[in-house]
């Protein structure tokens, strides 16, 4: 049996074990609503605004363990910066599948990733009926919170009570269980609306041929502009791009085989496969067809698997699109236990700038950094737009696969890298840059990052100086608890306490 000491040593060679990240991914069942007292170093005064988490926070139902973080039920963490304090207050989203588990006690329903019902493929055959978990994303738009799945309608919060009041159909415009993407741009100014702000957001309905609709939505949050396109094959997309006048999307090359979940042996995700020979499609949709723009572009490049994009932006006759890329997408296997993931086994994401060329169909790409990274973010008003910094999660080492356990700032212009990291048993989620009020420079801000702290099973909130790193943390923000690996979140300047 190894020593503490020689465990320790270990530690520091791999940057992590897999029992401290593996605490990340516990349940938290109790809702809270406190003023966080026990802060290292200072929240800045002019920090004032609330921000919004969303992730799976349950992670088993009454002891019966799901079979991927992806199928817990949405958990809405809010975090609210008010003259130099900060309240956090955290409610789970009262879907009818959450509240039915509750009252039952036991695993109701199919999950997208694997998750099955008791009893066995008998108990799952042809049960088609998925639980809208609304775990991936949380926004806040048009006076209205929602919390977004990307596989069916959102649900609507309270802001100050997290109270969910009920689905959103966006005037009717959504109709009943119609999808809404979970990982909408937000365009900082809108030509069509006369340099207005609008939400840019899809969905995906996938078949042989897939339709994609986009949706524009207005600062009142009406949609304003709504357009379906069909592309041929299957498509598994999560995240897309925009410009001043696109929508990009990274067709990922997979393969989808209905039979095992229609028989009830696996879950509809794990029915996907990778089909590493063949090229990934980028499909160009312009955002303003009925102005004449109405020809879709196709281009093929061979990329792995892309989850996650950070920015895109025109030059001349190319459109440059920032992206994470896998070499190939982790399937999810029956009788797994995600918690006992190989990271060394797995391929890491790593960013690479790709090249579409519009007038001559061509696409090149060049690798930006090599090291395991997830999560970007960049200042809100260059979303579309040229950009010189970003912000992602990231290993601690350079080399390797590993879980997330820093942040790391890109300077594109000079090539300078600055890293913080919460290693050896701190665990990161996805940044949030949050601009400075007034100011001009691109990096002058904070970033904000929920970190999981296995030494003390708490998470914290991590302000970091979003123009200097090397600095360290600005302020920790020990909450009383964990809040389990999120997703997805966003920043508001608006208040809510």
Same mark, same amino acid.
């Given at each position: 049996?190894? +020593?503490?000491?020689?465990?320790?040593?270990?530690?520091?060679?791999?940057?992590?074990?897999?029992?401290?990240?593996?605490?990340? *991914?516990?349940?938290?069942?109790?809702?809270?609503?406190?003023?966080?007292?026990?802060?290292?170093?200072?929240?800045?005064?002019?920090?004032?605004?609330?921000?919004?988490?969303?992730?799976?926070?349950?992670?088993?139902?009454?002891?019966?363990?799901?079979?991927?973080?992806?199928?817990?039920?949405?958990?809405?963490?809010?975090?609210?910066?008010?003259?130099?304090? $900060?309240?956090?207050?955290? +409610?789970?989203?009262?879907?009818?599948?959450?509240?039915?588990?509750?009252?039952?006690?036991?695993?109701?329903?199919?999950?997208?990733?694997?998750?099955?019902?008791?009893?066995?493929?008998?108990?799952?055959?042809?049960?088609?009926?998925?639980?809208?978990?609304?775990?991936?994303?949380?926004?806040?738009?048009?006076?209205?919170?929602?919390?977004?799945?990307?596989? !069916?309608?959102?649900?609507?919060?309270?802001?100050?009570?997290?109270?969910?009041?009920?689905?959103? *159909?966006?005037?009717?415009?959504?109709?009943?269980?119609?999808?809404?993407?979970?990982?909408?741009?937000?365009?900082?100014? #809108?030509?069509?609306?006369?340099? !207005?702000? #609008?939400?840019?957001?899809?969905?995906?309905?996938?078949?042989?041929?897939?339709?994609?609709?986009?949706?524009?939505?207005?600062? $009142?949050?009406?949609?304003?502009?709504?357009?379906?396109?069909?592309?041929?094959?299957?498509?598994?997309?999560?995240?897309?791009?925009?410009?001043?006048?696109?929508?990009?999307?990274?067709?990922?090359?997979?393969?989808? /085989?209905?039979?095992?979940?229609?028989?009830?042996?696996?879950?509809?995700?794990?029915?996907?496969?990778?089909?590493? /020979?063949?090229?990934?499609?980028?499909?160009?949709?312009?955002?303003?067809?009925?102005?004449?723009?109405?020809?879709?572009?196709?281009?093929?490049?061979?990329?792995?698997?892309?989850?996650?994009? @950070?920015?895109?932006?025109? @030059?001349?006759?190319?459109?440059?699109?920032? +992206?994470?890329?896998?070499?190939?997408?982790?399937?999810?296997?029956?009788?797994?236990?995600?918690?006992?993931?190989?990271?060394?086994?797995?391929?890491?994401?790593? %960013?690479?700038?790709? *090249?579409?060329?519009?007038?001559?169909?061509?696409?090149?790409?060049?690798?930006?950094?090599?090291?395991?990274?997830?999560?970007?973010?960049?200042?809100?008003?260059?979303?579309?737009?040229?950009?010189?910094?970003?912000?992602? +999660? !990231?290993?601690?080492?350079?080399?390797?696969?590993?879980?997330?356990?820093?942040? %790391?700032?890109?300077?594109?212009?000079?090539?300078?890298?600055?890293?913080?990291?919460? !290693?050896?048993?701190?665990?990161?989620?996805?940044?949030?840059?949050?601009?400075?009020?007034?100011?001009?420079?691109?990096?002058?801000?904070?970033?904000?990052?929920?970190?999981?702290?296995? $030494?003390?099973?708490?998470?914290?909130? @991590?302000?970091?100086?979003?123009?200097?790193?090397?600095?360290?943390?600005?302020?920790?923000?020990?909450?009383?608890?964990?809040?389990?690996?999120?997703?997805?979140?966003?920043?508001?300047?608006?208040?809510? @306490?």
């Amino acid at each position: 049996m190894q +020593s503490y000491e020689d465990q320790q040593l270990k530690t520091l060679e791999k940057s992590y074990t897999r029992k401290d990240w593996q605490g990340g *991914y516990k349940s938290l069942t109790q809702e809270f609503d406190y003023w966080i007292d026990d802060v290292e170093g200072e929240i800045p005064p002019e920090l004032q605004g609330t921000l919004f988490r969303n992730g799976p926070g349950l992670l088993d139902i009454q002891g019966q363990s799901i079979h991927h973080p992806f199928d817990g039920d949405g958990m809405i963490s809010r975090i609210s910066f008010v003259n130099s304090r $900060a309240h956090y207050r955290n +409610s789970f989203v009262k879907t009818a599948g959450y509240l039915s588990e509750k009252n039952a006690g036991k695993i109701l329903h199919r999950g997208v990733f694997g998750t099955q019902k008791p009893g066995g493929w008998l108990a799952n055959i042809f049960d088609f009926k998925l639980k809208n978990i609304a775990n991936t994303n949380v926004i806040y738009w048009g006076n209205k919170l929602l919390a977004l799945w990307e596989a !069916a309608e959102p649900h609507r919060l309270d802001p100050k009570t997290l109270e969910t009041l009920g689905k959103e *159909y966006f005037n009717n415009v959504l109709s009943a269980g119609e999808a809404f993407g979970a990982h909408p741009r937000f365009d900082p100014n #809108c030509e069509q609306d006369n340099g !207005a702000p #609008c939400l840019v957001n899809f969905s995906v309905k996938p078949g042989l041929s897939t339709k994609i609709t986009i949706f524009e939505l207005n600062l $009142a949050g009406e949609v304003v502009r709504k357009h379906a396109h069909n592309v041929p094959g299957f498509c598994f997309i999560h995240d897309f791009v925009i410009t001043p006048n696109y929508c990009i999307f990274f067709q990922n090359p997979v393969s989808f /085989n209905p039979i095992p979940f229609v028989l009830g042996l696996r879950g509809a995700g794990e029915c996907i496969q990778v089909q590493p /020979n063949q090229p990934t499609r980028i499909i160009v949709i312009p955002r303003f067809p009925q102005s004449g723009q109405k020809e879709i572009k196709t281009l093929e490049v061979r990329s792995g698997f892309i989850f996650h994009h @950070v920015n895109a932006f025109g @030059v001349g006759n190319e459109i440059l699109v920032d +992206s994470i890329c896998y070499d190939s997408l982790p399937e999810v296997e029956p009788e797994s236990d995600f918690r006992q993931v190989d990271f060394e086994a797995i391929a890491p994401g790593q %960013l690479w700038r790709f *090249y579409l060329n519009l007038k001559d169909g061509t696409v090149q790409k060049k690798l930006i950094e090599s090291r395991c990274c997830e999560f970007p973010t960049i200042h809100p008003r260059n979303v579309g737009r040229s950009y010189r910094y970003l912000y992602m +999660s !990231a290993a601690h080492t350079e080399s390797g696969n590993a879980p997330l356990q820093a942040l %790391l700032k890109i300077d594109l212009e000079s090539g300078e890298k600055q890293i913080w990291s919460a !290693a050896p048993r701190g665990f990161t989620g996805e940044p949030i840059f949050v601009p400075r009020p007034g100011s001009e420079k691109e990096d002058d801000g904070w970033v904000l990052a929920l970190v999981y702290d296995a $030494a003390h099973h708490r998470s914290d909130v @991590v302000i970091l100086d979003a123009s200097d790193f090397t600095k360290g943390a600005i302020a920790r923000l020990h909450l009383q608890h964990h809040v389990p690996y999120g997703l997805h979140g966003n920043f508001t300047p608006q208040i809510f @306490v």
